[in-house]
């Protein structure tokens, strides 16, 4: 069969073709009418519509690189938060005109269009708000690049806030249809579980193995598109669902074990049935490695499948293939590769592990102990009995080469194992990767030195090349172009659009930050920002918030290593000031925050509690109430985040020096006009060294400080006993001010922070506070300040994901950009 391809624009780029096409899509799709037509038929018609745009791209880059047969990047994340879809697609689709025409004079407008389109949550926090950044950046630069990823049915949980609490709701983001996937429950693949390793002689007389599962479920793929800004590049994101065996399907028939057959579905399509809510402490779930493995066997198969279907030897492998894995969430690839060649494509163990450790590269996102992965063997050996053979056949080599390198060296070879021994043995998912990888990256400065010098030390000794570091960054496209249009509107005035793709050009900003005039339109855009921050703030909270105050911001997951806990104390020590002297000249200041905190992560929980509870005193103090307001916004997610970046003015980046892997939303503050104060910490240190010391407020103690206080014995009563400030809003909370008088209720975190206070917010709240008051006295200089929010937006152009995609694409991928012709 000849295959024709569209030579013109199958969907029309005229104003009428476009009208002409939603009314199709809601006629022909929808079975409903203008007149009949809801919201959400009208909404489902517009993004059919607007997706039809971006379908013509999207063949065109899969054919031409089936043609061309380039060497592919593959990004492995278990997490992908991608943001709302409708907006993006319209700008990267150059239709927005089109459909604001369209619905012009409509009972329609498009807010109330945007308003209908759901976030995909798949993902708790920076890591999968990072994998996306990364997908629009390599689209954006033309990269053959797949992401491949779950297709959870419920996402991160929807959280609200009842009487200061979090409450969990499930995130039902399926429960209308999502507009912009494309089902393939054609393209099944089959992905085995359980069972054993046999052992059988091939017709040379070799010894093989053979694995037999004892269940099987099956990967359904879903594409969303991912199209490229400014270029005609549509890449795609695979995810999977898992679904039944049609053998269940035919076992339900068999009505006697009906009940058992159904319950065996279930427990098959479980595994892509919810995301596991924990940022950065990693939960031992059996379900949890059973996503791992199930979403990794399903990429891996089909990765293979394009290659060989391409033509290529699968000797070849490692040339045309370069897989990324997204922290060790995706790491059971490394030996799933390794059975894929040996027992399938019958390779050697020396050359599947050749080629494996040319294939995978890792990326490390975390420093914290506690947050590296680990797997008990048991698990290991019921789950994957095959894999973990081949997890100790590569320990058992590895260790005979460290062996040899290192004679007698026996601690050196416990530290070093792939299995963690005494007490339950483990799998150490992050010494996997190390050994299976050609590179290891952090993700900021300080962490990938860190990572060298004690995370992953040994290893390092071991292997110095394979170490290297690849700093963060974001998409300028969602985060300045789209979260902030009046913003980028003013760049794009000042110094043209070509910033978009090029963020570098920034810079062209700084001569202007001298300009009144321009300074002027700049505070403007900032204050239409927080008049209308302030709206949502009313609308989510009944909060009334004056724009005028400094909007002092800390969104970001509830961690205690972030210390949200710091400025709660800080919050509180002002509080008291003003109530102890009502004439205080202090700077008027709103303090926002939004995070959720893992549902079984107790202490987080109750220091959202706390914070609501300080708010609620605070505002409702007719003395301190003028001056200062707290604002706890529920659910923050990617969309919310969008209103805010665009309407801070400070950003809070307070992590105890050597925690923060990164960090990402600190870079998104600074592109927005935010001044950041800020540990010498993760990214920080980096924005601090490109928009000047003088425009970044530091304090802290710095990781070599934190490592010496600790290693000589901290004691936090010291602090307590030397800031009676701090020591008063101790006994406050203490003693119920902040709880009807209920001195229970947040006892432990007064026990947290008096007996370890693991995250040293004792030793730094001196300092914090010192730096707050700069900020006070530097806000009330209206023209400097906004001279200095101007730098840290022109300075922060190395912060695009379009930069660090450069980066991995040159030095770890060695991908070239394939520009569609
Ligand atoms: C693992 C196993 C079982 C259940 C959950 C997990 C799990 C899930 C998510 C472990 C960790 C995460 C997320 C980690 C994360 O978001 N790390 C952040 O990554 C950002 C991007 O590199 C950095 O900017 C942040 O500093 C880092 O905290």
């Not at 699968?314 to 990324?324: C, H, R, S, T, Y």
């Amino acid at each position: 069969m000849e295959i024709q391809h569209p030579t013109t624009d199958r969907t029309g780029r005229t104003p009428e073709a476009f009208r002409q096409n939603i009314v199709n899509n809601l006629y022909y799709s929808r079975g409903a009418n203008v007149q009949s037509a809801s919201n959400y038929d009208i909404y489902m018609a517009l993004s059919r519509t607007v997706r039809n745009h971006l379908v013509e791209r999207f063949r065109r880059t899969v054919d031409m690189r089936y043609a061309v047969n380039p060497r592919f990047v593959y990004y492995l994340s278990a997490e992908y938060l991608l943001g709302r879809q409708l907006p993006q697609n319209l700008l990267y689709s150059d239709t927005g005109e089109l459909a604001g025409a369209a619905l012009d004079g409509s009972q329609f407008p498009m807010t109330t269009m945007i308003e209908q389109d759901v976030e995909p949550g798949l993902g708790n926090g920076g890591l999968g708000r990072l994998a996306a950044c990364f997908l629009d950046s390599l689209a954006t630069l033309d990269i053959p690049a797949i992401g491949y990823g779950i297709r959870y049915e419920y996402g991160i949980f929807r959280q609200e806030i009842r009487d200061g609490y979090q409450v969990e709701q499930p995130d039902e983001w399926l429960a209308l249809d999502f507009p912009w996937e494309f089902a393939q429950p054609d393209d099944m693949i089959p992905v085995g579980f359980g069972g054993h390793a046999e052992h059988y002689h091939d017709a040379h007389g070799h010894v093989r193995a053979r694995w037999h599962p004892a269940e099987q479920v099956m990967g359904e793929p879903h594409h969303i598109l991912v199209p490229g800004y400014g270029t005609t590049t549509v890449n795609f994101l695979r995810l999977w669902r898992a679904r039944a065996t049609a053998e269940f399907d035919f076992r339900l028939f068999d009505i006697g074990d009906y009940a058992s057959a159904v319950q065996a579905k279930v427990h098959s399509e479980n595994i892509s049935k919810v995301l596991y809510p924990n940022d950065n402490t990693p939960q031992g779930r059996e379900l949890r490695l059973r996503q791992q493995y199930f979403f990794v066997a399903c990429s891996l198969r089909d990765i293979i499948d394009r290659f060989l279907r391409c033509g290529n030897p699968i000797e070849d492998l490692a040339e045309k293939v370069v897989i990324q894995l997204n922290d060790t969430h995706p790491v059971v690839g490394i030996p799933e590769l390794m059975r894929l060649l040996i027992d399938e494509y019958d390779l050697e163990w020396h050359a599947a592990w050749e080629i494996t450790g040319r294939v995978f590269a890792y990326t490390c996102h975390t420093l914290m102990p506690e947050a590296l992965e680990k797997w008990p063997v048991s698990l290991f050996e019921r789950l994957l009995p095959r894999h973990m053979v081949i997890i100790n056949e590569i320990n058992r080599r590895f260790l005979a080469d460290v062996s040899a390198r290192y004679p007698n060296d026996y601690d050196r070879l416990s530290r070093l194992s792939l299995i963690e021994d005494g007490g339950e043995r483990q799998v150490r998912m992050a010494h996997l990767a190390v050994v299976g990888s050609f590179s290891v990256n952090g993700v900021a400065e300080l962490h990938s030195q860190l990572l060298k010098d004690r995370v992953l030390r040994d290893f390092y000794e071991l292997w110095p090349e394979r170490f290297n570091n690849k700093t963060n960054g974001v998409t300028p496209r969602r985060f300045i172009r789209l979260a902030n249009p009046r913003l980028s509107g003013l760049i794009s005035d000042t110094i043209g659009d070509g910033w978009l793709r090029d963020l570098d050009r920034l810079e062209q900003l700084e001569s202007h930050a001298a300009d009144a005039a321009f300074r002027a339109q700049w505070r403007a855009v900032k204050t239409a920002n927080k008049v209308d921050l302030a709206a949502v703030i009313l609308a989510r909270t009944g909060c009334v918030v004056d724009p005028n105050s400094m909007y002092d911001v800390m969104v970001k997951r509830l961690h205690e290593y972030k210390r949200q806990l710091l400025q709660a104390l800080h919050i509180i020590t002002r509080y008291n000031r003003l109530v102890a002297d009502p004439t205080l000249d202090l700077t008027p200041r709103t303090f926002i925050f939004g995070a959720k905190a893992a549902p079984g992560y107790y202490m987080a929980k109750l220091i959202i509690k706390l914070i609501n509870a300080v708010g609620e005193v605070v505002n409702n103090d007719p003395v301190a109430g003028k001056l200062m307001k707290v604002v706890f916004l529920p659910n923050f997610n990617v969309t919310l985040g969008e209103s805010i970046y665009p309407a801070a003015d400070l950003s809070e980046q307070i992590s105890m020096a050597g925690k923060e892997a990164s960090g990402t939303g600190n870079m998104k503050f600074a592109l927005n006009g935010a001044l950041t104060i800020g540990t010498l910490d993760g990214a920080n240190i980096e924005i601090r060294e490109r928009v000047g010391a003088e425009n970044f407020f530091h304090f802290g103690l710095t990781v070599e400080e934190v490592f010496a206080l600790k290693a000589q014995g901290y004691r936090p009563m010291d602090y307590v006993a030397a800031a009676p400030e701090l020591e008063k809003a101790l006994k406050q909370i203490a003693s119920g001010v902040f709880s009807d008088g209920d001195p229970t209720l947040f006892e432990p975190i007064i026990r947290t922070l008096l007996d370890r206070d693991e995250f040293l917010v004792l030793a730094d709240y001196a300092a914090y506070i010192e730096s707050q008051e700069e900020v006070d006295r530097a806000y009330r200089d209206e023209e400097t300040w906004t001279q200095r929010a101007i730098l840290n937006a022109a300075r922060c152009g190395f912060f695009s994901s379009d930069r660090a995609m450069r980066q991995y694409a040159e030095e770890i991928w060695r991908v070239k950009s394939l520009p569609v012709k």
